[in-house]
């Protein structure tokens, strides 16, 4: 039976938690519920670390659980109605001056980007955030490349129809390569 090697697994935590945080954070937008994401996942990847094949391959097995953990969070009923800190905004004029805020820009498209279905969503942020091959981002979300792309044409096409809606005006603060797919 294979050994469990807990300073092996340390190193891979020191070394990419942030970015593992990072993608948890664009699937869940919440920072403690990312927390707790990769918590989760990370303790699914030191379970299975001693079965690993690969043990450079950590990441994208860590990527993996993170996604299907996420997207079966998303499933459950009771996912459906969390807690806000933000008040919605009464005036359509309040929100229109702070449309020029470039904090009330981002927060935009980062409502834009959580108002997709989780696999869409999901996709993009791996593909275009995470900047994966639509070959990783299809082993990331355990489906098929092909899968990938129709998760990702569906996402971006919302993602335009949103952009659409409001001129295009918010195009510059989407990643590059998403700017350039959304056109």
């Keep these: 039976m294979p050994r469990r090697d807990p300073a092996a697994f340390a190193e891979f935590v020191a070394a990419r938690s942030a970015a593992l ?7 869940v937008g919440e920072r403690q519920l990312a927390q707790d994401l990769l918590q989760e996942a990370l303790t ?4 299975a670390w001693p079965t690993l094949r690969d043990p450079s391959k950590a990441e994208a097995y860590t990527r ?3 996604t299907t953990t996420a997207i079966s969070w ?16 009464v ?4 929100r229109a001056d702070a449309m020029a805020d470039d904090v009330a820009r981002r927060e935009w498209v980062w409502t834009a980007l959580q108002a997709l279905p989780p696999r869409q969503r999901a996709a993009i942020v791996l593909r275009y955030y995470e900047d994966l091959t639509e070959a990783q981002t299809a082993a990331a979300l355990g489906c098929a ?3 990938v792309k129709s998760q990702v044409h569906a ?8 952009l659409d809606a409001h001129g295009g005006e ?6 590059r390569d998403l700017m350039v797919v959304t056109r």
């Design 44 to 47: 699914r990847t030191y379970v």
């Design 21 to 27: 945080h990072r993608s948890a954070y664009l699937m």
């Design 91 to 94: 005036s359509t004029e309040a």
């Design 170 to 175: 918010h195009l510059e603060l989407l990643p």
């Design 74 to 89: 998303y499933r459950r009923k009771s996912w459906q109605e969390r807690p806000s800190d933000a008040i919605p905004e």
């Design 145 to 147: 490349v092909g899968t």
């Design 155 to 162: 996402g971006l096409a919302s993602l335009r129809k949103t």
């Design 64 to 66: 993996k659980v993170i």
